[in-house]
Protein backbone atom coordinates (compact mmCIF):
# COMPACT_ATOMS: atom_id res chain seq x y z
CA UNK A 1 0.00 0.00 0.00
CA UNK A 2 2.64 2.51 -0.59
CA UNK A 3 1.73 4.17 -3.72
CA UNK A 4 -1.57 6.80 -2.33
CA UNK A 5 -5.06 5.80 -3.55
CA UNK A 6 -6.74 8.25 -5.80
CA UNK A 7 -9.48 10.88 -4.76
CA UNK A 8 -12.26 7.99 -6.14
CA UNK A 9 -11.11 5.67 -4.05
CA UNK A 10 -11.07 7.72 -0.83
CA UNK A 11 -14.39 8.74 -1.27
CA UNK A 12 -15.55 4.66 -2.20
CA UNK A 13 -13.93 3.44 0.65
CA UNK A 14 -14.92 6.03 2.46
CA UNK A 15 -18.49 4.98 2.19
CA UNK A 16 -20.18 1.97 3.24
CA UNK A 17 -23.56 1.91 1.45
CA UNK A 18 -24.66 -1.59 1.66
CA UNK A 19 -26.08 -1.39 -2.60
CA UNK A 20 -22.21 -1.55 -3.01
CA UNK A 21 -20.68 -4.96 -3.46
CA UNK A 22 -17.35 -5.26 -2.93
CA UNK A 23 -16.19 -5.67 -6.50
CA UNK A 24 -18.01 -2.46 -7.46
CA UNK A 25 -15.38 -0.32 -4.82
CA UNK A 26 -12.67 -2.33 -6.36
CA UNK A 27 -13.80 -1.07 -10.23
CA UNK A 28 -12.57 2.23 -9.00
CA UNK A 29 -8.84 1.43 -7.51
CA UNK A 30 -6.91 2.74 -10.48
CA UNK A 31 -3.19 1.83 -9.99
CA UNK A 32 -0.84 4.86 -9.62
CA UNK A 33 0.10 7.28 -13.10
CA UNK A 34 3.44 6.13 -12.95
CA UNK A 35 2.46 1.92 -13.62
CA UNK A 36 1.26 2.74 -17.42
CA UNK A 37 1.12 -0.84 -17.77
CA UNK A 38 -1.35 -1.89 -15.21
CA UNK A 39 -3.32 1.25 -15.56
CA UNK A 40 -3.80 0.02 -19.36
CA UNK A 41 -4.44 -3.71 -17.58
CA UNK A 42 -7.05 -2.18 -15.32
CA UNK A 43 -8.60 -0.04 -18.08
CA UNK A 44 -9.23 -3.23 -20.58
CA UNK A 45 -10.44 -5.20 -17.81
CA UNK A 46 -13.15 -2.40 -16.76
CA UNK A 47 -14.66 -2.01 -19.93
CA UNK A 48 -17.25 -3.90 -21.05
CA UNK A 49 -17.34 -2.66 -24.62
CA UNK A 50 -14.88 -1.10 -26.61
CA UNK A 51 -14.67 0.79 -30.25
CA UNK A 52 -12.44 -0.80 -32.76
CA UNK A 53 -11.88 0.53 -36.01
CA UNK A 54 -11.50 -1.27 -39.26
CA UNK A 55 -10.59 -0.16 -42.73
CA UNK A 56 -13.78 0.09 -44.80
CA UNK A 57 -14.71 -2.64 -47.39
CA UNK A 58 -17.67 -1.08 -47.91
CA UNK A 59 -19.00 1.89 -50.47
CA UNK A 60 -18.91 4.27 -50.18
CA UNK A 61 -16.18 4.63 -47.61
CA UNK A 62 -14.00 1.90 -48.76
CA UNK A 63 -10.46 2.15 -47.71
CA UNK A 64 -11.46 4.69 -44.72
CA UNK A 65 -11.12 4.06 -40.81
CA UNK A 66 -14.25 2.74 -39.98
CA UNK A 67 -15.46 2.44 -35.98
CA UNK A 68 -17.73 0.48 -34.34
CA UNK A 69 -18.97 -0.82 -30.89
CA UNK A 70 -18.42 -4.48 -29.66
CA UNK A 71 -18.80 -5.86 -26.59
CA UNK A 72 -15.62 -6.97 -24.90
CA UNK A 73 -14.05 -9.10 -22.14
CA UNK A 74 -10.57 -10.15 -21.17
CA UNK A 75 -11.95 -12.36 -18.51
CA UNK A 76 -14.94 -12.84 -15.84
CA UNK A 77 -14.90 -10.57 -13.30
CA UNK A 78 -11.89 -9.79 -11.33
CA UNK A 79 -9.74 -12.54 -13.25
CA UNK A 80 -8.32 -10.37 -16.32
CA UNK A 81 -6.24 -12.25 -19.00
CA UNK A 82 -5.48 -8.62 -20.78
CA UNK A 83 -6.71 -10.36 -23.83
CA UNK A 84 -9.94 -8.32 -25.69
CA UNK A 85 -12.23 -11.04 -26.58
CA UNK A 86 -15.08 -11.03 -28.84
CA UNK A 87 -17.99 -12.69 -30.11
CA UNK A 88 -18.11 -11.90 -33.48
CA UNK A 89 -20.31 -13.19 -36.67
CA UNK A 90 -19.41 -12.73 -40.40
CA UNK A 91 -22.59 -11.20 -41.04
CA UNK A 92 -21.68 -8.18 -39.32
CA UNK A 93 -20.49 -5.02 -41.12
CA UNK A 94 -16.94 -4.38 -39.01
CA UNK A 95 -16.61 -8.48 -39.15
CA UNK A 96 -16.30 -8.05 -42.98
CA UNK A 97 -13.52 -5.68 -43.14
CA UNK A 98 -11.52 -7.67 -40.26
CA UNK A 99 -11.78 -11.12 -43.25
CA UNK A 100 -10.27 -8.28 -46.12
CA UNK A 101 -7.69 -7.22 -43.94
CA UNK A 102 -7.64 -8.16 -39.95
CA UNK A 103 -5.59 -5.21 -38.51
CA UNK A 104 -7.82 -2.83 -36.18
CA UNK A 105 -7.42 -0.45 -33.31
CA UNK A 106 -9.62 -0.90 -30.33
CA UNK A 107 -10.18 1.96 -27.89
CA UNK A 108 -11.30 1.64 -24.30
CA UNK A 109 -11.78 4.78 -21.44
CA UNK A 110 -13.17 5.13 -18.11
CA UNK A 111 -15.37 7.48 -19.62
CA UNK A 112 -17.11 4.30 -19.99
CA UNK A 113 -17.41 3.27 -16.39
CA UNK A 114 -19.14 5.85 -13.32
CA UNK A 115 -15.46 6.70 -12.54
CA UNK A 116 -14.96 9.72 -15.11
CA UNK A 117 -18.56 10.82 -14.42
CA UNK A 118 -18.45 10.85 -10.93
CA UNK A 119 -14.71 12.55 -11.03
CA UNK A 120 -16.07 15.18 -13.35
CA UNK A 121 -13.33 14.46 -16.25
CA UNK A 122 -14.54 14.70 -19.41
CA UNK A 123 -14.23 11.95 -21.87
CA UNK A 124 -11.12 14.01 -23.54
CA UNK A 125 -9.47 14.64 -20.55
CA UNK A 126 -6.11 12.71 -19.98
CA UNK A 127 -7.32 12.75 -16.43
CA UNK A 128 -10.22 10.32 -17.57
CA UNK A 129 -8.06 7.29 -18.67
CA UNK A 130 -8.27 5.29 -21.68
CA UNK A 131 -6.43 3.32 -23.93
CA UNK A 132 -5.79 2.34 -27.63
CA UNK A 133 -4.69 -0.68 -28.90
CA UNK A 134 -2.83 -1.94 -32.26
CA UNK A 135 -3.16 -5.15 -33.37
CA UNK A 136 -5.15 -7.82 -34.95
CA UNK A 137 -8.16 -10.08 -34.81
CA UNK A 138 -7.91 -13.65 -34.79
CA UNK A 139 -10.14 -16.02 -34.52
CA UNK A 140 -9.51 -18.68 -31.30
CA UNK A 141 -10.21 -22.49 -31.06
CA UNK A 142 -9.85 -25.18 -28.52
CA UNK A 143 -9.00 -23.93 -24.91
CA UNK A 144 -8.54 -20.40 -25.90
CA UNK A 145 -12.08 -20.28 -27.28
CA UNK A 146 -13.15 -21.72 -23.45
CA UNK A 147 -11.81 -19.10 -22.19
CA UNK A 148 -13.01 -16.46 -24.76
CA UNK A 149 -16.73 -18.01 -23.73
CA UNK A 150 -15.80 -17.96 -20.05
CA UNK A 151 -14.86 -14.38 -19.93
CA UNK A 152 -17.72 -13.04 -22.49
CA UNK A 153 -20.67 -15.00 -21.44
CA UNK A 154 -20.25 -13.82 -17.67
CA UNK A 155 -20.18 -10.61 -18.65
CA UNK A 156 -22.64 -10.22 -21.61
CA UNK A 157 -25.02 -13.22 -20.32
CA UNK A 158 -27.82 -11.98 -23.14
CA UNK A 159 -24.93 -13.32 -25.87
CA UNK A 160 -26.25 -17.36 -24.58
CA UNK A 161 -29.38 -16.20 -26.67
CA UNK A 162 -28.12 -14.69 -29.34
CA UNK A 163 -29.51 -16.34 -32.79
CA UNK A 164 -27.48 -19.62 -33.45
CA UNK A 165 -27.85 -19.18 -37.24
CA UNK A 166 -25.66 -16.23 -37.42
CA UNK A 167 -22.45 -18.67 -36.87
CA UNK A 168 -21.17 -16.60 -34.12
CA UNK A 169 -17.19 -17.25 -32.66
CA UNK A 170 -14.95 -16.27 -30.79
CA UNK A 171 -11.88 -14.27 -31.52
CA UNK A 172 -9.54 -12.37 -29.40
CA UNK A 173 -7.99 -9.21 -30.15
CA UNK A 174 -4.04 -9.86 -30.73
CA UNK A 175 -2.05 -6.38 -29.61
CA UNK A 176 1.03 -5.55 -31.09
CA UNK A 177 0.73 -2.03 -29.42
CA UNK A 178 -0.55 -0.23 -26.34
CA UNK A 179 -1.22 3.27 -25.55
CA UNK A 180 -2.14 4.87 -22.32
CA UNK A 181 -3.59 8.25 -22.29
CA UNK A 182 -3.82 8.73 -18.40
CA UNK A 183 -2.46 11.67 -16.27
CA UNK A 184 -0.70 14.94 -18.36
CA UNK A 185 2.63 14.60 -19.98
CA UNK A 186 1.16 13.24 -23.42
CA UNK A 187 0.40 9.67 -25.04
CA UNK A 188 2.58 6.73 -22.97
CA UNK A 189 3.29 3.19 -24.78
CA UNK A 190 3.43 0.36 -23.07
CA UNK A 191 4.80 -3.05 -24.80
CA UNK A 192 2.75 -5.83 -25.36
CA UNK A 193 5.11 -7.84 -23.18
CA UNK A 194 5.07 -5.04 -20.38
CA UNK A 195 0.64 -5.01 -20.62
CA UNK A 196 0.83 -9.09 -20.14
CA UNK A 197 3.11 -8.75 -17.20
CA UNK A 198 1.04 -6.37 -15.21
CA UNK A 199 -1.34 -6.86 -12.77
CA UNK A 200 -4.23 -4.60 -12.96
CA UNK A 201 -4.76 -4.98 -9.13
CA UNK A 202 -3.34 -4.83 -6.10
CA UNK A 203 -1.34 -8.01 -4.53
CA UNK A 204 -3.22 -8.71 -1.14
CA UNK A 205 0.09 -9.79 1.23
C1 LIG B 1 -9.76 -21.91 -35.76
O1 LIG B 1 -10.66 -22.63 -36.55
C2 LIG B 1 -10.99 -21.96 -37.76
C3 LIG B 1 -12.09 -22.75 -38.43
O2 LIG B 1 -11.78 -24.11 -38.48
C4 LIG B 1 -9.74 -21.80 -38.62
O3 LIG B 1 -10.05 -21.13 -39.82
C5 LIG B 1 -8.71 -21.01 -37.84
O4 LIG B 1 -7.51 -20.91 -38.56
C6 LIG B 1 -8.44 -21.66 -36.50
N1 LIG B 1 -7.61 -20.78 -35.72
C7 LIG B 1 -6.60 -21.22 -34.98
C8 LIG B 1 -5.85 -20.18 -34.21
O5 LIG B 1 -6.29 -22.40 -34.88
C1 LIG C 1 0.25 -11.10 -32.55
O1 LIG C 1 0.92 -10.13 -31.78
C2 LIG C 1 2.31 -10.33 -31.62
C3 LIG C 1 2.83 -9.20 -30.76
O2 LIG C 1 2.21 -9.20 -29.51
C4 LIG C 1 2.99 -10.35 -32.96
O3 LIG C 1 4.35 -10.64 -32.78
C5 LIG C 1 2.34 -11.42 -33.84
O4 LIG C 1 2.89 -11.33 -35.12
C6 LIG C 1 0.85 -11.19 -33.94
N1 LIG C 1 0.22 -12.28 -34.68
C7 LIG C 1 -0.53 -12.07 -35.75
C8 LIG C 1 -1.03 -13.31 -36.41
O5 LIG C 1 -0.84 -10.98 -36.16
Not at 59 to 83: E, L, M
Not at 103 to 127: H, K, N, V
Not at 181 to 194: A, I
Amino acid sequence: MSAPLRPACVLLLGLSLAALSPCSACRFRIPPHDQVARVARFVAHQCDWASMATISTHKPVVGQPFSNAFSVSDGPPGSSSGVPYMYLTRMEISVQDLEVDRRASLSMSLAQTEYCRQQGFDPQSPLCAHIILSGSVLQVNGTEAEFAKKSLFSRHPEMIDWPTDHNWFFAKFNITQVLVLDYFGGVKTVTPEEYFQATPYRKHH
